[in-house]
């Protein structure tokens, strides 16, 4: 196990709903990224939190958002769900010292989002 | 922009046959990282390997090795003696070394391991 842990496992929406998604990371790391995984595809980048600031954005609208706290755990917050956010959210923590480096992210067992 | 290709969707062996995914990647970048990943039916990614690319020696860990080929732009992965805890589906990825560092994953392929 990786030590990643997300919460909750399972969560069921309607459309227009919004939805937190919580992970705490990895003892020791400062790096929070988020990704999301459609069914049968890779996960797709959706932001990075580096000490607190993000740090990074894939191609998603600004309806999904984020925090990162000073224990470096972090929340993915998305408004006006729609029916194509339902997926696997996986969350992944890394140890960074600077600012570049290409460290190995660590992911969490995920959050599956069902929105009807 | 970073992409990668995993073009085997779906490959069947049976059990004790060697296994090869394929890996193959584009990128601008001088310095970047490829990784594997496995992700069981449970979800949660597995990290397997990091390679950066100046290090083009190709690895062995017990029944898995990887052949990262800069010339080609691949970096593979072979499981020797497979056995039916292998199934599951594999991610190959791509990070830059500055910036987010996101990693770019491809489509993975479903290996199943019959016995």
């Known amino acids: 196990e990786t030590g990643v842990t997300q919460s909750p496992t399972h969560l069921i929406k309607t459309r227009g709903q919004q939805v937190t998604l919580r992970c705490s990371s990895q003892?020791?790391?400062?790096?929070v990224s988020w990704y999301q995984q459609a069914l049968g595809q890779g996960p797709q980048f959706i932001f990075q939190?580096?000490?607190?600031?993000?740090?990074g954005r894939g191609n998603f609208p600004p309806r999904f958002s984020g925090l990162q706290f000073p224990n470096y755990s972090s929340e993915l917050n998305v408004n006006a769900l729609e029916l194509d956010d339902s997926a696997l959210y996986l969350c992944a923590s890394s140890s960074r010292p600077r600012l570049a480096g290409g460290e190995t992210q660590y992911f969490g067992p995920g959050t599956r989002l069902l929105v009807l | 922009a970073q992409k990668v290709t995993q073009a085997q969707t779906e490959i069947s062996v049976v059990e004790k046959e060697d296994v090869t995914l394929d890996c193959v990647y584009e990128t601008r970048d001088t310095t970047y990282y490829l990784f594997w990943y496995k992700q069981p039916p449970s979800g949660e990614l597995v990290f397997l390997i990091r390679r950066n690319s100046f290090d083009e020696q190709n690895e062995i860990s017990g029944r898995y090795s990887w052949n990262f080929q800069k010339s080609t732009s691949s970096f593979n992965f072979t499981i020797t003696a497979s056995q039916v805890v292998d199934s599951a589906v594999y991610f190959c990825?791509?990070?830059?070394?500055?910036?987010?560092?996101?990693?770019?994953f491809g489509q993975g392929t479903r290996l199943t391991i019959n016995p």
């Open positions: 990825a791509l990070s830059e070394y500055r910036g987010a560092q996101k990693l770019v």
């Open positions: 939190y580096y000490r607190e600031e993000e740090n």
């Open positions: 003892s020791g790391h400062n790096t």
